[in-house]
T-cell receptor
Framework: DQQVKQNSPSLSVQEGRISILNCDYTNSMFDYFLWYKKYPAEGPTFLISISSIKDKNEDGRFTVFLNKSAKHLSLHIVPSQPGDSAVYFCAASAIGNQFYFGTGTSLTVIP | DSGVTQTPKHLITATGQRVTLRCSPRSGDLSVYWYQQSLDQGLQFLIQYYNGEERAKGNILERFSAQQFPDLHSELNLSSLELGDSALYFC?????????????FGQGTRLTVV
């Protein structure tokens, strides 16, 4: 049972434009959400997080939005850069528990 | 460098064999998580340990087992290996099991079963 879903396996965006990656979850107990970036042959690296008490968190070019009623979160990257090309995973957890990951979205930023 | 160390980086073994994957968490982290990533799949949670004790179990096969030692390093044991066990195995660690913090991942062990 996939509790965290990323329905777009891939996304291509022109350099300088906005990249929007989406994630849906089913478990209403989730209260902490994270995005990870993964390059080939490397482990996932933490990018940005958001707690359920917020609906937006921003860190430089990266902004995560959380819509609790829709059980949906999204990652916005503005402006997109070629170095952002990677696989992006969203993850969710409830306090003290495991992190559930989505299947990932492969982002390609075209120069 | 995440501070999480996994050894070995690569492992090739035959079906039916047993292997042990090792993970050293970041200094001070009490929780260790094991994940499996098969080809074109997401990260499948296997098991979590917190300060030496099993905290949560995911889709871990009975042929697989893990433990966390007093020095907080963890080992994942895979036995009676099958071709389908070929995957990337990641270990991650986080500060606590109680508070919401990010988990930091190692570079993974690529297991190939032939």
């Amino acid at each position: 049972d996939q509790q965290v879903k990323q329905n777009s396996p891939s996304l291509s965006v022109q350099e300088g434009r906005i990249s929007i990656l989406n994630c849906d979850y089913t478990n209403s107990m989730f209260d902490y959400f994270l995005w990870y970036k993964k390059y080939p042959a490397e482990g996932p690296t933490f990018l940005i997080s958001i707690s359920s008490i917020k609906d937006k968190n921003e860190d430089g070019r990266f902004t995560v939005f959380l819509n609790k009623s829709a059980k949906h979160l999204s990652l916005h990257i503005v402006p997109s850069q070629p170095g952002d090309s990677a696989v992006y995973f969203c993850a969710a957890s409830a306090i003290g528990n495991q992190f559930y990951f989505g299947t990932g979205t492969s982002l390609t930023v075209i120069p | 460098d995440s501070g999480v160390t996994q050894t070995p980086k690569h492992l090739i073994t035959a079906t039916g064999q047993r292997v042990t994957l090792r993970c050293s968490p970041r200094s001070g982290d009490l929780s260790v998580y094991w994940y499996q990533q098969s080809l074109d799949q997401g990260l499948q949670f296997l098991i979590q340990y917190y300060n030496g004790e099993e905290r949560a179990k995911g889709n871990i096969l009975e042929r697989f087992s893990a433990q966390q030692f007093p020095d907080l390093h963890s080992e994942l044991n895979l036995s009676s290996l099958e071709l389908g066990d070929s995957a990337l195995y990641f270990c991650a660690s986080s500060e606590q099991g109680w508070t919401n913090t990010e988990a930091f991942f190692g570079q993974g062990t690529r297991l190939t079963v032939v």
